[in-house]
Nanobody
Framework: QVQLAESGGGLVQTGGSLRLSCAAS????????MGWFRQAPGKEREFVAA????????AYADALKGRFTISRDNAKNTLLLQMSGLKPEDTAVYFC???????????????????WGQGTQVTVSS
């Protein structure tokens, strides 16, 4: 079992920055890959970024490259998402998720992820 809890969401103006955190507990954090997804009102949940167990491999949604950075601190059991240049279309609930299967790579689809946090709201005002 893995428990995930996101934090760091909030209201920010266009062009601003936020850093989201995801605290993990349960199984050793360094043994599974992690991802961030988001869901905007009235839309399906979509992939944001993923990182493998030792942070050697990362992947991003094409539209977010250069603005978002995923990282992890295995010593602190924490996943991070640094977001900059935020736009109103980034408004969404952001979820972290754990992929218990992949040993080296990452996955961009929801079906790969077994455990999910409750989400944190990010609102970008225009």
């Amino acid at each position: 079992q893995v428990q995930l809890a996101e934090s760091g969401g909030g209201l920010v103006q266009t062009g601003g920055s936020l850093r989201l955190s995801c605290a993990a507990s349960g199984r050793p954090f360094s043994t599974y890959a992690m991802g961030w997804f988001r869901q905007a009102p009235g839309k399906e949940r979509e992939f944001v970024a993923a990182i493998n167990r030792n942070a050697g491999v990362t992947a991003y949604a094409d539209a977010l490259k250069g603005r978002f950075t995923i990282s992890r601190d295995n010593a602190k059991n924490t996943l991070l998402l640094q977001m900059s240049g935020l736009k109103p279309e980034d408004t969404a609930v952001y979820f972290c998720a754990a992929d218990m299967v992949r040993l080296l790579g990452v996955c961009r689809t929801e079906v790969c992820y077994t455990y999910w946090g409750q989400g944190t709201q990010v609102t970008v005002s225009s």
